[in-house]
């Protein structure tokens, strides 16, 4: 969103429907505002809808702008190659990484995290078309504590999941699983292991 004007409207072009494998409903032509493109990509883990972004600004030069985010952030382990985070060469991320993004977010845009955790919502197109979008994160409605995270799957990473759960008032865990072949069913045994331990010392 510093990337854009708050006001900024999203055409979702030919380009961004030509990928796989998740894509959302949206048509070729569609506009809309972009916190619901923002919502399309995170709720529904829409692939289409990150290259709509990516693609108002130009797809090389957004790329480019995440590596120098990257290096900015000290990501030492990460380079992107592409705005979706699926499989190309040398298109990399660690554990490590991944939570250090997640600590950027919460400290410089917290209101991301209020996105994932929408499990089922409504976003409207310029024409006032509907659209309705359902989350990819199957533990959203077991563990109603999650402060946010995100899904992911790749042939090459396998099931990915990143979530923040709370520990105490003032703490708050960061997991990170990749290459899981049940990635929710790892996330409830980090929750319900979180939630045995003792936080107070």
Known sequence: ????????????????????????????????????????????SANDAALALADTLGREEFVILMNEKALEMNLQNSFFRNPTGLDEEYNLS????????????????????????II????????????????????????????????????????????????RPDKTAVAVILRSEDRFGDGRKIIKWLETISWNQ
């Open 120 to 167: 089922e919502d409504v976003v409207y197109s310029d024409s006032g078309k509907a659209h309705i979008i359902k989350s990819t994160n199957e533990i959203l409605k077991e563990f109603p504590a999650i402060i946010g995270g995100k899904t992911g799957f790749t042939d090459r990473a396998r099931g990915a999941l990143l979530f923040l759960y709370p520990v």
């Open 94 to 117: 660690t554990a490590e990484d991944l939570e250090k993004i997640a600590e950027y977010i919460t400290y410089y845009h917290p209101d991301l995290w209020e996105v994932t955790r």
């Open 1 to 44: 969103s510093e990337l854009f004007p708050p006001e900024s409207s999203v055409e979702f072009l030919a380009e961004s429907k030509n990928v796989e494998p998740k894509r959302s409903e949206a048509l070729v032509g569609e506009k809309f505002r972009l916190d619901d493109v923002i919502r399309l990509a995170l709720v529904e």
